[in-house]
């Protein structure tokens, strides 16, 4: 406030120049937010993974159209039979291992939404024990993911 200046009724004065400011965080939310990026960031690189899998799966289909398509122009009979089977062989061994990663990257990114929101502590559990399988950062994520939530004041806050 200028010198020479009559303060009003009610007004708070300006702190004095230099004075440090503190603004009181909620410890438990920045550590939620921060354990929802790196969820994030797993849940990424698990469905980025997972397309690998489409090798399987275009070699798969390689195999049935050629394959099928030369045994059929072919004059033996049922020469089309084994490479339709491989090529369909190829393609399972592509799919399922890509439909079990995309599962997974699919609840650890509802484990990433639920973590700030603080709803589904069951499925935050059962996610940070199978990620812990993961080693070394699915170790270090679920271990932290279990101190947090077993926080008292964490742990009372979910739904």
């Known amino acids: 406030m200028p010198v020479g200046v009559p303060a009003q ?3 708070v004065p300006p702190p004095p ?3 440090l400011y503190y603004t009181t965080v909620d410890k438990d939310a920045s550590d939620l ?3 929802s990026i790196f969820w994030y960031i797993v849940a990424g690189l698990q469905a980025l993974g997972s397309c690998i899998f ?3 799966i275009l070699f798969g289909l390689f195999f049935m ?3 099928g398509a030369a045994g059929a122009s072919s004059n033996e009979p049922g020469t089309a039979v084994p490479a339709i089977g491989f090529g369909a062989f190829f393609m399972c061994m592509g799919l399922i291992p890509m439909a079990l990663i995309l599962t997974l990257a699919y609840l650890n990114y509802t484990v990433a939404k639920s973590l700030p929101a603080r709803k589904n502590l069951t499925l935050c559990y059962v996610m940070a024990a199978i990620i812990c399988m993961g080693v070394p950062v699915g170790t270090v994520l679920g271990i932290f993911t279990f101190i947090i939530l077993n926080r008292p004041s964490v742990k009372a806050t979910f739904t």
């Open 65 to 67: 159209v050629v394959g």
């Open 17 to 19: 120049p230099g004075a």
């Open 9 to 11: 009724a009610g007004a």
């Open 54 to 56: 489409l090798l399987y």
């Open 33 to 35: 937010k921060t354990l």
